[in-house]
């Protein structure tokens, strides 16, 4: 049973900075695209960020570029999200994906396969 688990969320004031760690089991995710979504209160689901099977490869929203990175540990088997400059419109649920299609660059979340529980991230003014 393939599983993600997200963490390192939290409560951050603006311009400060939050790392979100996601582990996977049950799979091995070195040959998936693995990425970041989010989703505010009321709002749909939004792409953030993803990453391609070996690390060289990534793709970004443009309301966070240049201010998130995201970086992967396969021997680990872990994604992580770096995230800078934080302001109170990156308040949301973040959530980590693991994509099996092979496609890239791959935003669309249908695209994405498993899904974690999620990890709330508040950022105040």
């Known amino acids: 049973q393939v599983q993600l688990v997200e963490s390192g969320g939290g409560l951050v004031q603006a311009g400060g900075s939050l790392r979100l760690s996601c582990a996977a089991s049950g799979r091995t995710i070195s040959t998936d695209t693995m990425g970041w979504f989010r989703q505010a209160p009321g709002e749909e689901r939004e792409f953030v960020a993803a990453?391609?099977?070996?690390?060289?490869?990534?793709n970004y929203a443009d309301s966070v570029k240049g201010r998130f990175t995201i970086f992967r540990d396969n021997a680990e088997n872990r994604v992580y999200l770096q995230m800078n400059s934080l302001n109170p419109e990156d308040t949301a649920v973040y959530y980590c994906?693991?994509?099996?299609?092979?496609?890239?660059?791959?935003?669309?979340?249908?695209?994405?396969?498993?899904w974690g529980p999620g990890t709330q991230v508040t950022v105040t003014s």
């Open positions: 994906a693991i994509d099996t299609s092979g496609i890239w660059p791959s935003q669309p979340p249908q695209r994405y396969a498993y």
């Open positions: 990453v391609r099977r070996d690390g060289d490869r990534t």
